[in-house]
């Protein structure tokens, strides 16, 4: 027998409404924003013990606050603890800034947050860095999948996804590197959207990036708060660059051939369960009038050493020059196994990154040329069901954990390297473990408004399965 689930739902101010309803109910002054608040802090405080997805709580904090007068003025929120908050210091999940001193700005993605009317309750944890799938620190207790609490919650955006899947906030922060957004959202049974290259205004943490792999964005329980965050930020930052999103508040009314892809770059085989969540999504969107037809992968395991070579830059370029770039308190000596395993494959490997610099900014044609004349495609968000805790711990030794990330992660890298939209949507579940099924759906550059349509489509045709059922 599965565990049974752990969340908050219940009969307070919150109920079971989503962002968008919340702030609605606030304008209209059906709720104020101090029971809403009681109410997201109290829901907090009753799965925090068995969650552990809080790294700091700014509680006292949110209860002063007056939110702005923004489209989701009212609504309660985290932010992942890699964008500085002001007076909250960032330790980007690491013990390395443990002694990291206090921030005195705003982020300028949780600057628009605010904007928005949105009111942290504190910062969610992450594992060190965002370099892997899951929040299981080498010291200390890892964050749980609020479905079935002795299995992954996924990652990056680990306690970002908890927190929202156990309905403690209708929507968080999270940020996506190489699956950071969208492999949690499908551990979880979320939405999780990773924009296209350059939709959202860049944090501090992420200018610093060679290639612009990684974006913000947000984990929601239902579609049309994502596709309301979308179309509200970019009124506050409008890359010319890519066609507008928009109002996006209707499904999609109109047939799309969509390529189905169930081959990784690792060679990683899907699970069982995962290939019948494949099967189901197949016979749904034929019920809805789309086209489905399988493709060949256009990519390599050299692409795949490609990205790893990139993230072992990152990891390299943390570990040395983690002082100047985070804070002078930071401690390299302090840094987790894998940290400094992808650190020195990073040493190994350091000549061949100009050409693999190259062929990661190429790759957005080869992406282009597999899905010519296809609208969308259509993938397993993660090559299996969350795995168990510990599977992912970061106290194990990088050549056994690396792999293991490798082999989970076999689809979620491409949308980076290429800076392409894809959003993950819980269209699955294995009832035996009682873990949700995230099935990813990806487009061409600027394509997030038919992502976002064709989402609400699927919401409708087949509504997405409540922890609290």
């Not at 927190?163 to 929507?171: D, M, Q």
Request: net charge negative.
């Amino acid at each position: 027998m599965p565990v049974a689930p752990v969340h908050a739902f219940g009969a307070d101010a919150l109920g079971d409404h989503d962002a968008t309803a919340i702030a609605e109910l606030v304008a209209t002054r059906q709720l104020q924003w101090a029971e809403v608040a009681d109410a997201a802090i109290a829901r907090a405080e009753a799965v925090e013990p068995h969650l552990d997805a809080i790294v700091v709580d700014t509680f006292a904090q949110a209860r002063a606050a007056r939110p702005l007068a923004g489209p989701f003025a009212g609504v309660p929120t985290f932010i992942k603890d890699m964008n500085d908050v002001v007076g909250i210091p960032t330790l980007h999940g690491s013990a390395a800034l443990a002694d990291a001193g206090a921030p005195t700005v705003d982020d300028p993605v949780v600057a628009q947050l605010i904007q928005l009317g949105l009111v942290s309750l504190g910062k969610t944890t992450m594992p060190e860095f965002g370099l892997t799938c899951s929040a299981e620190p080498e010291r200390g207790v890892p964050t749980r999948n609020p479905w079935n609490t002795g299995h992954t919650a996924g990652g990056s955006s680990t306690g970002s996804a908890a927190l929202v899947a156990a309905g403690v906030v209708p929507i968080a922060h999270a940020a996506d590197g190489g699956g950071s957004i969208r492999i949690p959202a499908a551990a979880c049974g979320l939405v999780g959207l990773k924009p296209s290259r350059g939709r959202l205004i860049l944090s501090n943490t992420l200018k610093a990036q060679i290639v612009k792999i990684a974006t913000d964005g947000v984990v929601s329980r239902t579609v049309r708060d994502t596709a309301r965050f979308m179309s509200e930020i970019e009124k506050l930052y409008r890359n010319p660059k890519l066609p507008e999103i928009g109002v996006v508040d209707r499904p999609l009314d109109r047939p799309l051939r969509i390529a189905v892809l169930t081959d990784t770059v690792t060679g990683e085989p899907i699970d069982a369960p995962t290939q019948r969540a494949v099967d189901e999504t197949l016979e749904l969107l034929a019920s809805l009038g789309h086209q489905v037809e399988p493709i060949p992968l256009a990519f390599d395991e050299r692409f795949s050493s490609d990205f790893v070579t990139y993230w072992a830059l990152a990891a390299f370029a943390a570990k040395k020059g983690g002082k100047r770039s985070f804070d002078p308190a930071f401690d390299p000596e302090a840094l987790t196994p894998l940290t400094k395993g992808l650190a020195q494959h990073f040493v190994r490997n350091s000549w061949r990154t100009p050409a693999v610099l190259v062929r990661l900014q190429r790759s957005v044609r080869r992406y282009t040329e597999m899905l010519d004349g296809f609208d969308v495609l259509l993938t397993p968000t993660v090559t299996r069901v969350p795995p168990e805790l510990g599977h992912f711990s970061l106290a194990l030794p990088f050549e056994e954990l690396f792999p293991r990330v490798e082999a989970w992660c076999g689809f979620t890298p491409l949308a980076n390297a290429t800076g392409t939209p894809a959003i993950s949507l819980p269209l699955g579940h294995d009832d035996e473990a009682n873990l949700p099924i995230g099935m990813m759906f990806g487009a061409h550059a600027g394509g997030e408004r038919v992502l976002l349509q064709l989402a609400l489509q699927l919401e409708a045709a087949q509504p997405f399965r409540r922890i609290d059922a």
